[in-house]
Protein backbone atom coordinates (compact mmCIF):
# COMPACT_ATOMS: atom_id res chain seq x y z
CA UNK A 1 0.00 0.00 0.00
CA UNK A 2 1.22 4.08 0.29
CA UNK A 3 4.19 3.46 1.99
CA UNK A 4 7.86 5.22 1.61
CA UNK A 5 10.41 2.61 0.48
CA UNK A 6 12.73 4.51 -2.01
CA UNK A 7 14.50 3.05 -4.66
CA UNK A 8 17.15 3.89 -6.85
CA UNK A 9 14.54 5.46 -9.72
CA UNK A 10 13.01 7.64 -6.75
CA UNK A 11 15.70 8.87 -5.44
CA UNK A 12 16.45 10.41 -9.09
CA UNK A 13 13.36 10.99 -9.44
CA UNK A 14 10.81 9.45 -12.80
CA UNK A 15 10.79 12.74 -14.83
CA UNK A 16 6.67 12.51 -13.81
CA UNK A 17 6.97 11.85 -9.80
CA UNK A 18 4.98 15.48 -8.66
CA UNK A 19 7.12 16.44 -5.52
CA UNK A 20 4.28 16.23 -2.92
CA UNK A 21 4.16 12.19 -3.59
CA UNK A 22 7.02 9.91 -1.97
CA UNK A 23 6.72 8.11 -5.09
CA UNK A 24 5.96 6.87 -7.83
CA UNK A 25 3.93 4.22 -6.39
CA UNK A 26 1.88 6.58 -3.93
CA UNK A 27 1.13 8.79 -6.92
CA UNK A 28 -0.29 6.15 -9.00
CA UNK A 29 -3.05 5.16 -6.09
CA UNK A 30 -3.71 8.85 -5.51
CA UNK A 31 -4.83 9.15 -8.85
CA UNK A 32 -6.53 5.97 -9.14
CA UNK A 33 -8.34 6.80 -5.92
CA UNK A 34 -9.34 10.47 -6.94
CA UNK A 35 -10.67 8.65 -10.26
CA UNK A 36 -13.19 6.31 -8.24
CA UNK A 37 -14.28 9.69 -6.15
CA UNK A 38 -15.27 11.68 -9.78
CA UNK A 39 -17.00 8.33 -10.88
CA UNK A 40 -19.01 7.78 -7.73
CA UNK A 41 -20.34 11.26 -8.47
CA UNK A 42 -20.86 10.47 -12.25
CA UNK A 43 -23.10 7.15 -11.24
CA UNK A 44 -25.57 9.64 -8.87
CA UNK A 45 -25.64 11.86 -11.96
CA UNK A 46 -26.76 9.01 -14.22
CA UNK A 47 -28.67 7.87 -11.24
CA UNK A 48 -31.49 10.41 -11.40
CA UNK A 49 -32.12 9.43 -14.75
CA UNK A 50 -32.27 6.24 -14.05
CA UNK A 51 -34.97 6.63 -11.18
CA UNK A 52 -36.88 8.95 -13.77
CA UNK A 53 -37.14 6.54 -15.93
CA UNK A 54 -38.34 3.90 -13.48
CA UNK A 55 -41.04 5.93 -12.28
CA UNK A 56 -42.48 7.37 -15.70
CA UNK A 57 -42.54 3.50 -16.75
CA UNK A 58 -43.96 2.54 -13.74
CA UNK A 59 -46.78 5.10 -14.14
CA UNK A 60 -47.08 4.19 -18.24
CA UNK A 61 -45.99 0.90 -18.80
CA UNK A 62 -47.72 0.27 -21.94
CA UNK A 63 -46.61 3.61 -23.40
CA UNK A 64 -43.12 2.50 -22.36
CA UNK A 65 -43.40 -0.71 -24.17
CA UNK A 66 -44.73 0.70 -27.14
CA UNK A 67 -42.11 2.97 -27.70
CA UNK A 68 -39.31 0.74 -26.59
CA UNK A 69 -40.26 -1.37 -29.27
CA UNK A 70 -39.96 0.76 -32.34
CA UNK A 71 -36.14 1.39 -30.90
CA UNK A 72 -34.05 -0.58 -33.23
CA UNK A 73 -32.99 -3.61 -31.71
CA UNK A 74 -30.24 -4.76 -34.28
CA UNK A 75 -28.25 -1.20 -34.34
CA UNK A 76 -28.56 -1.53 -30.55
CA UNK A 77 -27.41 -4.90 -30.09
CA UNK A 78 -24.78 -4.09 -32.26
CA UNK A 79 -23.47 -1.09 -30.44
CA UNK A 80 -23.46 -3.17 -27.56
CA UNK A 81 -21.06 -5.30 -29.07
CA UNK A 82 -18.90 -2.31 -30.28
CA UNK A 83 -18.64 -1.07 -26.76
CA UNK A 84 -17.94 -4.31 -25.05
CA UNK A 85 -14.88 -4.83 -27.63
CA UNK A 86 -14.03 -1.54 -27.34
CA UNK A 87 -13.97 -1.83 -23.24
CA UNK A 88 -11.45 -5.10 -24.41
CA UNK A 89 -9.07 -3.33 -26.38
CA UNK A 90 -8.88 -0.51 -23.47
CA UNK A 91 -8.05 -3.04 -21.01
CA UNK A 92 -5.33 -4.39 -23.31
CA UNK A 93 -4.36 -1.04 -23.95
CA UNK A 94 -3.81 -0.73 -19.57
CA UNK A 95 -2.41 -3.96 -19.89
CA UNK A 96 0.61 -2.94 -22.75
CA UNK A 97 1.57 -0.29 -21.32
CA UNK A 98 2.19 -1.99 -17.90
CA UNK A 99 4.64 -4.69 -19.62
CA UNK A 100 5.91 -1.58 -21.39
CA UNK A 101 4.93 -2.92 -24.89
CA UNK A 102 4.24 0.37 -26.42
CA UNK A 103 3.46 -0.68 -30.25
CA UNK A 104 0.45 -2.67 -29.37
CA UNK A 105 -0.26 -0.24 -26.69
CA UNK A 106 -1.04 2.22 -29.69
CA UNK A 107 -2.31 -0.09 -31.65
CA UNK A 108 -5.37 -1.08 -28.78
CA UNK A 109 -5.45 2.59 -27.76
CA UNK A 110 -6.59 3.25 -31.86
CA UNK A 111 -8.83 0.44 -31.88
CA UNK A 112 -11.04 1.87 -28.77
CA UNK A 113 -11.29 5.36 -30.55
CA UNK A 114 -11.97 3.76 -33.78
CA UNK A 115 -14.56 1.72 -31.93
CA UNK A 116 -16.13 4.36 -29.99
CA UNK A 117 -16.48 6.52 -33.08
CA UNK A 118 -18.35 3.64 -34.96
CA UNK A 119 -20.61 3.80 -31.90
CA UNK A 120 -21.42 7.68 -32.36
CA UNK A 121 -21.99 6.76 -36.06
CA UNK A 122 -24.63 4.25 -35.37
CA UNK A 123 -26.20 6.34 -32.93
CA UNK A 124 -26.23 9.24 -35.22
CA UNK A 125 -28.01 6.46 -37.64
CA UNK A 126 -30.74 6.17 -34.72
CA UNK A 127 -31.29 9.60 -34.01
CA UNK A 128 -31.54 10.28 -37.69
CA UNK A 129 -34.37 7.44 -37.91
CA UNK A 130 -36.05 9.15 -34.72
CA UNK A 131 -36.29 12.51 -36.59
CA UNK A 132 -38.23 10.94 -40.03
CA UNK A 133 -40.44 9.33 -37.97
CA UNK A 134 -40.89 12.29 -35.96
CA UNK A 135 -39.96 10.94 -32.69
CA UNK A 136 -37.94 13.35 -31.51
CA UNK A 137 -39.81 15.07 -28.44
CA UNK A 138 -41.82 18.12 -27.93
CA UNK A 139 -40.31 21.07 -30.69
CA UNK A 140 -36.61 20.56 -30.13
CA UNK A 141 -36.84 20.47 -33.48
CA UNK A 142 -39.01 23.01 -34.42
CA UNK A 143 -39.39 22.24 -38.56
CA UNK A 144 -40.43 18.60 -37.17
CA UNK A 145 -42.16 18.22 -33.82
CA UNK A 146 -42.91 15.37 -31.88
CA UNK A 147 -46.32 13.04 -33.92
CA UNK A 148 -45.52 10.15 -35.07
CA UNK A 149 -47.69 8.29 -37.41
CA UNK A 150 -49.51 5.08 -35.78
CA UNK A 151 -49.98 1.85 -36.94
CA UNK A 152 -53.72 0.99 -37.55
CA UNK A 153 -55.14 -2.12 -36.64
CA UNK A 154 -55.51 -3.89 -39.90
CA UNK A 155 -53.39 -2.06 -42.10
CA UNK A 156 -49.99 -3.61 -43.51
CA UNK A 157 -47.20 -3.49 -41.10
CA UNK A 158 -44.81 -0.08 -41.38
CA UNK A 159 -41.90 0.27 -39.34
CA UNK A 160 -41.75 3.76 -39.84
CA UNK A 161 -45.22 3.62 -37.75
CA UNK A 162 -45.60 3.41 -34.08
CA UNK A 163 -47.87 0.34 -33.06
CA UNK A 164 -49.60 1.37 -29.64
CA UNK A 165 -50.19 -1.36 -27.27
CA UNK A 166 -53.45 -1.27 -25.85
CA UNK A 167 -53.71 1.31 -22.97
CA UNK A 168 -50.76 3.93 -24.22
CA UNK A 169 -51.76 7.15 -26.05
CA UNK A 170 -49.12 9.48 -27.85
CA UNK A 171 -48.22 11.91 -24.94
CA UNK A 172 -46.83 8.89 -22.81
CA UNK A 173 -44.63 7.49 -25.70
CA UNK A 174 -43.36 11.19 -25.92
CA UNK A 175 -42.36 11.08 -22.19
CA UNK A 176 -40.50 7.80 -23.25
CA UNK A 177 -38.40 9.90 -26.07
CA UNK A 178 -38.02 12.76 -23.54
CA UNK A 179 -35.93 10.20 -20.96
CA UNK A 180 -34.13 8.25 -24.45
CA UNK A 181 -32.95 11.26 -25.70
CA UNK A 182 -31.99 12.69 -22.10
CA UNK A 183 -30.20 9.43 -21.28
CA UNK A 184 -28.76 8.24 -24.38
CA UNK A 185 -27.69 11.82 -25.19
CA UNK A 186 -25.57 12.42 -22.26
CA UNK A 187 -24.28 9.03 -22.89
CA UNK A 188 -23.35 10.02 -26.18
CA UNK A 189 -21.58 13.18 -24.90
CA UNK A 190 -19.81 10.87 -22.19
CA UNK A 191 -18.56 9.07 -25.29
CA UNK A 192 -17.50 12.38 -27.33
CA UNK A 193 -15.30 13.42 -23.90
CA UNK A 194 -13.71 10.08 -23.86
CA UNK A 195 -12.81 9.93 -27.62
CA UNK A 196 -11.22 13.39 -26.78
CA UNK A 197 -9.19 11.70 -23.97
CA UNK A 198 -8.46 8.64 -26.11
CA UNK A 199 -6.82 11.22 -28.64
CA UNK A 200 -4.71 12.70 -25.89
CA UNK A 201 -3.59 9.56 -25.09
CA UNK A 202 -2.55 8.40 -28.25
CA UNK A 203 -0.86 11.28 -28.61
CA UNK A 204 1.53 11.40 -25.91
CA UNK A 205 1.52 7.27 -26.23
CA UNK A 206 3.28 7.78 -29.35
CA UNK A 207 5.52 10.61 -27.73
CA UNK A 208 6.90 7.81 -25.28
CA UNK A 209 5.20 9.57 -22.19
CA UNK A 210 3.86 6.73 -20.68
CA UNK A 211 6.06 3.23 -19.22
CA UNK A 212 5.56 0.54 -16.44
CA UNK A 213 6.49 3.30 -13.69
CA UNK A 214 4.38 6.25 -15.04
CA UNK A 215 0.98 4.79 -16.47
CA UNK A 216 -1.62 6.43 -14.70
CA UNK A 217 -3.58 8.51 -17.75
CA UNK A 218 -3.89 5.54 -19.57
CA UNK A 219 -5.61 3.52 -16.48
CA UNK A 220 -7.29 6.62 -15.44
CA UNK A 221 -9.12 7.38 -18.79
CA UNK A 222 -9.55 3.53 -18.71
CA UNK A 223 -11.71 3.79 -15.44
CA UNK A 224 -13.56 6.68 -17.26
CA UNK A 225 -14.12 4.43 -20.79
CA UNK A 226 -15.46 1.14 -18.67
CA UNK A 227 -17.52 2.88 -16.43
CA UNK A 228 -19.41 4.79 -19.37
CA UNK A 229 -19.67 0.86 -20.83
CA UNK A 230 -21.09 0.45 -17.89
CA UNK A 231 -23.84 2.81 -18.15
CA UNK A 232 -24.72 1.33 -21.69
CA UNK A 233 -25.03 -1.86 -20.25
CA UNK A 234 -28.14 -0.90 -18.31
CA UNK A 235 -29.31 1.11 -21.08
CA UNK A 236 -29.44 -1.59 -23.70
CA UNK A 237 -31.64 -3.33 -22.15
CA UNK A 238 -34.10 -0.85 -20.34
CA UNK A 239 -34.82 1.18 -23.37
CA UNK A 240 -34.39 -1.44 -25.90
CA UNK A 241 -35.70 -4.95 -24.73
CA UNK A 242 -38.43 -3.80 -22.31
CA UNK A 243 -41.56 -4.79 -24.15
CA UNK A 244 -40.29 -7.42 -26.86
CA UNK A 245 -41.77 -10.14 -25.03
CA UNK A 246 -45.35 -8.72 -25.77
CA UNK A 247 -44.99 -8.32 -29.12
CA UNK A 248 -43.67 -11.56 -30.09
CA UNK A 249 -46.18 -13.08 -32.19
CA UNK B 1 6.81 -2.12 -7.48
CA UNK B 2 3.97 -3.97 -5.87
CA UNK B 3 1.18 -3.09 -8.91
CA UNK B 4 -0.77 -6.21 -10.14
CA UNK B 5 -1.03 -6.69 -13.93
CA UNK B 6 -4.07 -8.87 -14.92
CA UNK B 7 -3.60 -11.46 -17.28
CA UNK B 8 -4.07 -11.59 -20.79
CA UNK B 9 -6.44 -15.08 -20.51
CA UNK B 10 -8.50 -13.33 -17.83
CA UNK B 11 -9.03 -10.09 -19.70
CA UNK B 12 -10.33 -12.96 -22.95
CA UNK B 13 -12.47 -14.61 -20.54
CA UNK B 14 -14.47 -11.81 -19.07
CA UNK B 15 -14.57 -10.03 -22.27
CA UNK B 16 -16.15 -13.16 -23.56
CA UNK B 17 -18.04 -13.81 -20.52
CA UNK B 18 -19.82 -9.72 -21.60
CA UNK B 19 -20.52 -10.61 -25.18
CA UNK B 20 -22.47 -13.98 -23.96
CA UNK B 21 -24.17 -11.88 -21.52
CA UNK B 22 -25.68 -9.60 -24.47
CA UNK B 23 -26.80 -12.53 -26.12
CA UNK B 24 -28.68 -13.71 -22.93
CA UNK B 25 -30.28 -10.38 -22.70
CA UNK B 26 -31.88 -10.29 -26.22
CA UNK B 27 -32.85 -13.76 -25.83
CA UNK B 28 -34.19 -13.31 -22.92
CA UNK B 29 -36.35 -10.74 -23.69
CA UNK B 30 -38.40 -12.35 -26.37
CA UNK B 31 -39.42 -14.79 -23.95
CA UNK B 32 -42.65 -14.64 -21.57
CA UNK B 33 -41.35 -15.10 -18.22
CA UNK B 34 -44.27 -15.75 -15.36
CA UNK B 35 -45.33 -13.02 -13.00
CA UNK B 36 -43.63 -9.76 -15.05
CA UNK B 37 -39.76 -11.54 -14.52
CA UNK B 38 -38.37 -10.13 -17.27
CA UNK B 39 -37.72 -6.77 -16.49
CA UNK B 40 -35.33 -8.70 -13.20
CA UNK B 41 -34.23 -11.26 -15.92
CA UNK B 42 -32.47 -8.61 -17.67
CA UNK B 43 -31.18 -6.22 -14.70
CA UNK B 44 -29.94 -9.33 -13.17
CA UNK B 45 -27.74 -10.26 -16.71
CA UNK B 46 -27.16 -6.26 -16.50
CA UNK B 47 -25.68 -6.73 -13.29
CA UNK B 48 -23.63 -9.34 -13.57
CA UNK B 49 -21.86 -7.72 -16.77
CA UNK B 50 -21.41 -4.52 -14.55
CA UNK B 51 -19.63 -6.34 -12.01
CA UNK B 52 -17.13 -8.02 -14.32
CA UNK B 53 -16.82 -5.13 -15.66
CA UNK B 54 -15.89 -3.50 -12.12
CA UNK B 55 -14.10 -6.10 -10.84
CA UNK B 56 -11.12 -7.14 -13.52
CA UNK B 57 -11.47 -4.37 -16.56
CA UNK B 58 -11.86 -1.80 -13.95
CA UNK B 59 -8.99 -3.74 -11.23
CA UNK B 60 -11.60 -3.01 -8.33
CA UNK B 61 -10.68 -6.94 -7.24
CA UNK B 62 -6.76 -5.67 -7.03
CA UNK B 63 -7.31 -2.57 -5.79
CA UNK B 64 -6.54 -0.99 -2.11
CA UNK B 65 -9.44 -1.52 0.50
CA UNK B 66 -10.09 2.34 0.14
CA UNK B 67 -11.21 1.85 -3.68
CA UNK B 68 -14.34 -0.90 -2.59
CA UNK B 69 -14.95 1.97 0.18
CA UNK B 70 -15.70 4.05 -2.44
CA UNK B 71 -17.30 1.66 -4.87
CA UNK B 72 -19.64 0.38 -1.99
CA UNK B 73 -20.23 4.41 -1.28
CA UNK B 74 -21.33 4.28 -4.82
CA UNK B 75 -24.12 1.73 -4.49
CA UNK B 76 -25.11 2.54 -0.45
CA UNK B 77 -26.27 5.90 -1.82
CA UNK B 78 -27.82 4.78 -5.01
CA UNK B 79 -29.69 2.17 -2.83
CA UNK B 80 -30.80 5.24 -0.64
CA UNK B 81 -31.94 7.30 -3.78
CA UNK B 82 -34.21 4.74 -5.55
CA UNK B 83 -35.22 2.99 -2.03
CA UNK B 84 -36.64 6.52 -0.54
CA UNK B 85 -38.01 7.49 -3.67
CA UNK B 86 -40.09 4.53 -4.50
CA UNK B 87 -41.52 4.70 -0.48
CA UNK B 88 -42.81 7.92 -1.46
CA UNK B 89 -44.79 7.10 -5.18
CA UNK B 90 -45.63 3.41 -4.72
CA UNK B 91 -46.96 4.06 -1.11
CA UNK B 92 -49.27 7.63 -2.48
CA UNK B 93 -52.28 6.34 -2.80
CA UNK B 94 -52.37 3.68 0.04
CA UNK B 95 -54.53 6.17 1.98
CA UNK B 96 -57.42 8.46 1.02
CA UNK B 97 -57.16 10.93 3.25
CA UNK B 98 -59.10 13.25 0.37
CA UNK B 99 -56.29 16.08 -0.92
Redesign the interface.
Known amino acids: MIESHATTQDIHGHPALQHHFENMEQQREAGTIGMWVFLVTELMFFGGMFLAYALYRNLYPAAFASASNHLDIVLGAVNTGVLIVSSFTMAMAVYFTQVGNRRPQIVCLVLTLILGLTFLGIKAVEYHDKYTDHLIPGRLIPSAPFGPAVQEEGQPLDHHKLHLLPGATLRQVEMFYWIYFAMTGMHALHMIIGAGLLTFLILYSIKGRFDPEYHSPVEIIGLYWHFVDIVWIFLFPLLYLLGRHFEHG | ???H??P?KV?LG??LA??VG?AL??LA?????PWRL??IV??T??SV??TL??L????VRY??R??WV??A??LF??GI??AF??SD??TRNWLSIGY
Do not use: C, G, Q, R
Not at chain 2, 29 to 33: C, G, K, L, P, S
Not at chain 2, 56 to 59: D, E, G, I, S, V
Open positions: MSEIVVYIFLLTTVAFVDFNTALIAKAVVYFMHSPLVIVSAWMLFTFYF
